[in-house]
């Protein structure tokens, strides 16, 4: 399918890697697309390495595996550039996107000669300074939209504003913190 993205997250349980996931799915499903999104893990607990996919197209999808080639991956915990090897079948087309505060010459040489686009973003900070917390995943969700283009900020954020609205109804009180930290992640993921 030409027309398909592929996205791995790699995250540590309780980063949020899978529920990312399932955000991006929903919101490329409400902008009509065809989606998939889901975790992959066994008994693990919290900070073990997990993995979860997407894949998102404007046809309907007939494949129910893994995703093994990737168009993007998304780190959401560096200290996994160490353990994994998160590059394993990423396509030299796509971009991977690292939630990292690495020098550039440190994140080229722990993903082991990657020669395709390369990401970074402080999700640390924004989720800090926009939360009051740490919780990585929702400006890495902003990142990999901005590096995709799965769809435009503005279908985004409006889709978003209407997730955040439904999941949070018994705290609305941290909805403006999350959208927040989704603006601050679309301006502030940089290409190294």
Do not use: C
Not at 148 to 163: K, Q, R, T, V
């Amino acid at each position: 399918m030409d027309n398909m993205i592929e996205i791995r997250w790699h995250g540590r349980g309780g980063q949020g890697a899978k529920t990312a996931s399932l955000l991006l799915a929903d919101a490329a499903f409400n902008t009509g697309k065809y989606i998939q999104g889901f975790p992959e893990y066994g008994p693990e607990r919290m900070g073990a390495p997990i993995t979860a996919y997407n894949r998102i197209s404007t046809s309907p999808i007939t494949i129910h595996s893994n995703i093994y080639e990737p168009d993007y991956v998304v780190v959401v915990d560096d200290s996994l550039l160490e353990t994994v090897d998160v590059t394993s079948g990423l396509k030299e087309t796509g971009s991977i996107v690292i939630n990292t505060t690495k020098d550039n010459d440190e994140i080229k040489r722990l993903l082991n000669g990657y020669s395709g686009s390369i990401y970074k973003i402080d999700a640390r900070k924004i989720s800090i300074d926009t939360l009051g917390k740490y919780f990585p995943n929702t400006p890495m969700l902003a990142s990999i939209v901005k590096v995709s283009n799965i769809m435009s900020d503005e279908e985004f954020l409006a889709d978003m504003m209407g997730s955040f609205k439904h999941k949070f109804a018994k705290k609305p009180e941290v909805i403006e913190g999350n959208m927040k930290a989704l603006e601050l992640a679309l301006k502030q993921v940089e290409k190294i």
